[in-house]
């Protein structure tokens, strides 16, 4: 049997068996070389080399300036923010969540610090109007994925990286679809809370009133609120690249953490800085080791092998489209979007060319469906986080993920496929494309 082939079957196996991601792709590198003749040396070497890029040096800052972001009290002030407008609807609450997730996720570029930020702060404060605590938790864990669609995003800076495209024309193309997902979102919570028995507050206070504490709670998130339009103007504008800009947002956090907000302290500081860097590490040597492996993929053409196997079952490019969304969802079940992208997307790059899809539309069909990966079970680091964060379990929050998914990300993932000009319209706008 081919040595690709074994390997891939290796790394199936290995992953199945719930082994950690670097010790997976190192048995799947060892079997290349002994059973393929794959230089050992030579792929470490390359691995090394690829890690030299300015553009990873975005990933490892947004990591940290997320966890600064989640210990400042940076999502607080924008959750009361959000609240203040929409929380006193039937199932504003639920609402306020949704969008403070996607603001979070624009400023960290991570589905995981959405999270952390916003479940021990919203759960229960959603569990205390009447909120079921698994529907709760089910919808902060699935809008907290809206942080890999809404820019800047760490998958698509990894996409444009690993494809050798422009960055911002990938986290464009997934801006559009992460606002549809908010939006429907928005809307499923608005249908689904007329079955729950809502404690609403009742709201005496005149429209003064209202005003004055507008004002009051617009005063203590402005500083808050500058971090995405500092830092995404500066992307959008040309002015930074994201790597500045992961830059200028850890900087800007530890500054109104510290100064303004207060909740930075020497303590947290480096219990911050401390997981950050066993964050960071774990993350390079994973992609160190996956670059090696699908660098050795290459050499032995497996690429071209799925190529012609795919292209054997149809030509027809939506079919093709089809097969690739169905590996994508199933690749997002069992690994990480980073993963998915620096081993899945060289290796069926040659597919996608060659079939006439534009590589930027291709960009906003990985996003949705890894967006999707992070809250779909067995993989699913994204659901498990907000089920221990929410102190539910994973039978009461799977009806509500379900719901979400079904009704929102499927109905978008099939509109960026079938209608490309839509994720595709702000790229064009910009001249990117």
Known sequence: MDAGIIAML?????????????????????????????????????????????????????????????????AKQLLDFVNIFVGRIRGGLGVVSVITCAIIGAISGSGMTGVAAIAPIMIPRMVEEGYPRGYATALVTTSSIL?????????????????????LACMMATLVPGLLVTLLFSVINLFCVRNFDLVLTQDKTTTKEKLSQARKSFRGAFPAL?????????????????????SVAAGYAIVIGWFVYKGLNRKNYVEIASNSATTVASIMVMIMVCMCLGQAFVMVGLPQRISEGIMSISNNKYMILLLLNILFIIMGMLVSDMVTIILVVPLILPLVLSTGIDIIHFA??????????????????????????????????????????????????????????????????????
């Not at 942080?147 to 960055?167: A, F, Q, R």
């Open 10 to 74: 290796s790394l199936t196996m290995y992953l199945s068996f719930g082994g950690a991601l670097p010790l997976c792709f190192g048995l799947a590198l060892a079997v290349m070389h002994f059973c393929g003749g794959v230089s050992m040396v030579g792929m470490l070497l390359y691995g090394f080399q690829q890690l030299v890029s300015p553009v990873l040096l975005s990933i490892p800052i947004f990591v940290f300036a997320g966890g600064i972001m989640g210990e400042s009290g940076i």
């Open 147 to 167: 942080g890999l669609l809404i820019p800047p995003s760490i998958s698509m800076i990894t996409y444009g990286w690993v494809t050798e495209s422009s960055i």
């Open 226 to 246: 500058m971090m995405p339009v500092i830092i995404l103007g500066g992307i959008y504008g040309g002015i930074m690249t994201p790597t500045e800009a992961a």
């Open 364 to 433: 906003s069909i990985v996003g949705v469906n890894l967006a999707m990966g992070n809250v779909t079970p067995p993989y699913a680091t994204g659901l498990y986080l907000g089920i221990k964060l929410g102190n539910s379990t994973f039978a009461d929050v799977m009806k509500t993920v379900v719901i979400l998914l079904f009704f929102a990300y499927f109905p978008v993932l099939i509109i960026v496929n079938l209608v490309p000009s839509i994720p595709l319209s702000l790229p064009r706008l910009l001249g990117l494309v």
